[in-house]
């Protein structure tokens, strides 16, 4: 297409040109499996994400496409079982659900058995797109081959496991044992993948909701040697914890900081002798009765739908009043605040708050739908814990240097819960759970600050405001505290920033784009449907380049990696300031008037002898930024980039070289350039002189 100026002795011509894209292309460090090498041929440009020598995820295009999204994860099983590199893979199912709140994605799970029994950590995900037809767009597993020549014999029972472990000093205080059951296990989730041995796993505490101390034992079913322990506590940092009564906002339960009426969500309310049912969100209720006597109402903070408090000095908290039907009957627990019933309040409202968090963007997963054991009022000092079935908040009190506030409130509560969740998503321990469980309380609350004043007064756990979240991959030592932390984390937390630090910016990225409500959202949903195919970490690593594709694979819309996906800039812009790289993306085209609909290149003049461009987006989404080409008319091979970059505007000021010249607007993905144009014969135009980007063109969907 050309465009022409009139008035001068020069004309201008200009070439729509378009089409961005993603390389398809995947180069591998490690010799892939040939049934992998296979199946890359049978979908061309799939792409292997391989670690350690080993395949950890296949993703990227469209693969085993039919009718419905079981038949099509079991036509990808029937083709493709060993493209992981185990031989005859025994792949147990263990759900399907929808990814996120319609069914355009399902999500099937899978627990990997060797020798017949479960491997510790052997999960499988296996992601469909739906629409018409279905077809598999990502599969991540962390599976475990058996020795060559097979597995040792066993030469020890459960019971002499047990006793093994009983005998060591180090375990003298645990009293409560659970019974030992015999898996695989490959190695721990800081260590890596080891080499796969049978073994006994069981768990020891110190016994109730309380215990401070509980860990999970492997021992080699064949030597009795223990190959891994496990510790199952997972605290909020090191040294405080903040906690308060009804406290608002994020502070705890602090004088400047006073408790006020908050509403009680899916609380059991009951007529005594009569109807019972759970509050709504808002803390309203609805209960049936016949007749018009006066009846009792009561509740308590032990009935709660996700929640049940334990207070550790002294009774929970109840009201009760006596109405005419149909009332209303108004009850207000804790009429008179202080330390120990606030704290029972706030573990009610904030627990069942980060239930519905992920609930309400995951209905179909149903791993967090317990009543969680709250226990409040602990006397220690400055600490709170997930230890796998309840999780225990201390009194206020003091810690070295540091005064502490009681430690049940908004942002540590947030924290903990989230231990619950990725742990009943099977995702292991180390920094991932840390930086997991920051996450959750960051983008659930909405504030950049874990723990605010939990070790005084502007001082907290830990800060990721713009200065203070700037940890990089590798992560390999704690940084400097930052901000308001009030001390400097251990090495595990410390690295946890790396992947909560990631999921705070692209929070932020996506209000920036989307606005604030709407971001805000795209986050949170984000992040969530991310859980659902994640497989963690690796070591310190709490983010990983295997991280970048699982992130990039929910956000896609169409199974195609290579044209990008709707919010992949945002999306890469995030992991890009910490240190990790998206895929190349191909790019797309600008409007051209025919195929490509939107407004087209046009130029003006300015009376400085400036022209002014502008033009249409790409047509591909994940397009952020474009480059502008100039040339000699008469030789429309000799264009050289006059802007690699418009910093995403669609629009450029120039000054024009002397003589007749063109002018090519090429759209730019991540790493890729685009389109300069179509021939009229439908061809692309050739690059010129030089480039900006390497060449990678998308068709436009």
């Not at 230890?387 to 409130?409: E, H, K, M, V, W």
């Not at 993306?585 to 022209?611: C, E, H, K, Y």
Request: charged share 20%.
């Amino acid at each position: 297409m050309l465009l022409r100026t009139s008035g001068s002795p020069r004309f201008l011509v200009v070439f729509v040109c378009m089409a961005l894209a993603f390389s398809a292309r995947t180069a591998f460090a490690e010799t892939l499996p040939p049934e992998a090498e296979q199946l890359v041929l049978s979908y061309p440009g799939t792409r292997v994400h391989v670690d350690g020598g080993r395949v950890r995820a296949i993703y990227g295009r469209p693969m085993a496409a039919a009718a419905t999204p079981e038949q099509s994860a079991q036509l990808w099983w029937e083709r493709h079982a060993e493209a992981f590199g185990v031989s005859e893979p025994d792949l147990r199912a263990t759900g399907s659900r929808w990814l996120g709140k319609t069914d355009e994605r399902t999500v099937f799970g899978y627990r990997q058995y060797l020798d017949g029994l479960p491997v510790e950590g052997g999960n499988v995900r296996l992601l469909v797109r739906n629409g018409l037809g279905s077809f598999v767009v990502y599969v991540g597993a962390k599976l475990a081959s058996a020795p060559a020549g097979g597995f040792q014999p066993d030469v020890i029972d459960g019971a002499a496991a047990l006793e093994i472990i009983r005998a060591m000093s180090s375990y003298d205080t645990l009293i409560e044992w659970s019974e030992p059951e015999l898996v695989v296990f490959n190695g721990a989730a800081n260590d890596g993948p080891g080499p796969a041995v049978r073994a006994w796993r069981f768990t020891g505490s110190e016994g109730g909701p309380t215990s401070e101390v509980k860990y999970t034992f492997f021992v080699d079913a064949a030597t009795g040697e223990p190959v891994y322990v496990r510790d199952d506590i997972f605290h909020v940092d090191v040294v405080g914890h903040v906690g308060g009564k009804g406290s608002p906002g994020t502070l705890p339960d602090v004088f400047y900081n006073l408790p006020v009426e908050l509403d009680l969500p899916e609380i059991e309310v009951r007529i005594v002798g009569g109807a019972a049912d759970y509050t709504d969100r808002g803390g309203d209720f609805v209960l049936a009765n016949g007749g018009v006597d006066p009846v009792n109402v009561e509740t308590s903070v032990v009935e709660g739908l996700w929640a049940k408090i334990q207070n550790a000095v002294g009774a929970e908290l109840e009201a009760q009043i006596q109405v005419t039907p149909p009332g209303p009957a108004n009850l207000l627990l804790n009429m008179t605040p202080t330390e120990f019933t606030t704290s029972q309040i706030n573990g009610f409202v904030h627990t069942t708050n980060t239930h519905n968090f992920f609930k309400d963007r995951q209905p179909q997963f149903t791993g967090l739908d317990i009543q969680m054991l709250i226990v409040v009022n602990d006397d220690h000092d400055c600490d709170a814990m997930f230890n796998g079935d309840s999780i225990l908040f201390r009194r206020a009190g003091s810690s070295g240097q540091f005064s502490c506030p009681n430690t049940c409130y908004s942002t540590v509560i947030a924290h903990e819960y989230g231990h619950f969740v990725h742990n009943a998503f099977g995702l292991g321990d180390g920094s991932f759970s840390e930086g997991y469980a920051d996450a959750i309380a960051l983008l659930h609350l909405d504030t950049p600050i874990l723990g605010a004043d939990f070790l005084g007064p502007g001082l907290s756990v830990r800060d990721y405001t713009e200065d203070c979240e700037d940890y990089q991959y590798p992560c390999t030592e704690a940084l400097p505290a930052c901000g308001t932390e009030g001390h400097e984390n251990n090495t595990g937390h410390a690295c946890g920033k790396l992947l909560a630090g990631i999921w705070w910016d692209i929070k932020l990225n996506a209000q920036a784009w989307l606005g604030p409500e709407t971001g805000l959202e795209q986050a949170r949903q984000l992040f969530t449907d991310w859980t659902g195919i994640s497989n963690g970490g690796d070591g310190l690593n709490s983010a990983t380049p295997l991280t970048v594709i699982e992130v990039l694979t929910v956000d896609d819309d169409n199974g195609d990696l290579g044209d990008a996906t709707p919010h992949a800039p945002l999306i890469c812009a995030a992991f890009a300031a910490h240190g990790l790289d998206c895929p190349s993306f191909d790019a797309g085209q600008v409007p051209n008037g025919s195929s490509v609909p939107g407004p087209q290149l046009a130029i003006g003049r300015t009376s400085m002898g400036q022209l002014n461009l502008s033009w249409g987006t790409s047509c591909l989404g994940g397009n952020a930024d474009y480059a502008v080409y100039e040339g000699p008319i008469g030789e429309f091979a000799r264009h050289e980039p006059i802007l690699c970059s418009t910093t995403g505007a669609t629009t450029a000021s120039i000054t024009p070289a002397s003589g007749d010249r063109y002018y090519l607007v090429v759209p730019l993905s991540s790493s890729r350039e685009g389109s300069y144009g179509t021939a009229s014969d439908g061809t692309q135009r050739r690059t010129g002189l030089s480039t900006c980007f390497a060449q990678s063109v998308a068709v436009c969907r």
